[in-house]
């Protein structure tokens, strides 16, 4: 699987997108999350810094715009502004998508979030639903960004695009928010999903035994929350 890094880079891979955004502010806080001195303050602030940065670079060519005419301290002006009827929904998978979206709404406007908690059975490493918030069905022309520090083996991503769909959402209206990916689990997307977008602050090629990425940056949700 090639991997882009310089861009805004996309790599298509049979329909499949990774976006590994070459940028000096991304490179800055993926390396302050993977320090292991990093206080969890500092730690949940930094992947913070890079959920927004990825967002940016997510929204770039995705959201939907409306021009209209309103009047300027010198006079009229002509400006072009986000579509406020073509929702956009952050989706933070719990606990550690929370610290990557807490900045969301500091960049993007007029947004709304639903919730959803997945935990990883440590012994089968297969993922399962302690929260759903949801909605029932998810506006029509919305744009979802769901976000999920680590991608690892696949299954717990994997699991919330399910749920994604079985409440309304095409697989054109998600994208995916990742501080570091895998291939293992980018493969395991790409067959269940084809044509599904991924951006990603770093790219490792190791998951261990133990379903966590290698070098990566450990357990996300542990750092960010002190426990």
């Not at 029509?140 to 999920?148: E, P, R």
């Not at 690892?152 to 079985?166: Q, R, S």
């Not at 959402?169 to 599904?196: C, D, M, T, W, Y």
């Amino acid at each position: 699987m090639e991997i882009a890094n310089h861009g805004p880079a996309t790599a298509a891979v049979d329909g499949f997108e990774v976006i590994v955004p070459e940028h000096p502010l991304i490179r800055h806080w993926v390396s302050v999350l993977r320090n292991r001195d990093t206080p969890s303050q500092a730690f949940r602030s930094a992947m913070g810094e890079l959920g927004r940065l990825l967002l940016y670079e997510a929204t770039r060519d995705w959201l939907p715009t409306v021009a209209r005419e309103v009047q300027s301290p010198m006079g009229p002006a002509v400006v072009e502004s986000v579509n406020y009827l073509e929702p956009i929904i952050i989706v933070p998978i719990l606990r550690a998508g929370l610290a990557l979206a807490e900045l969301a709404t500091s960049i993007l406007p007029s947004t709304r979030t639903f919730h959803l908690g997945m935990a990883r059975d440590e012994r089968t490493l297969q993922p399962y639903v302690y929260l759903n918030k949801l909605p029932d069905r998810f506006p029509k022309g919305c744009h979802i960004l769901l976000m999920d520090p680590m991608l690892a083996t696949g299954g717990t991503v994997a699991a919330a695009v399910d749920l994604l769909k079985d409440h309304g959402a095409e697989i054109s209206q998600i994208r995916i928010i990742s501080a570091v990916a895998a291939p293992l689990a980018l493969r395991k997307l790409h067959n269940k999903f084809p044509g599904i977008c991924v951006y990603a602050g770093a790219m490792d090629q190791t998951v261990n035994e133990k379903g966590f990425i290698v070098p990566g940056l450990g357990d996300a949700g542990d750092r960010s929350y002190g426990t």
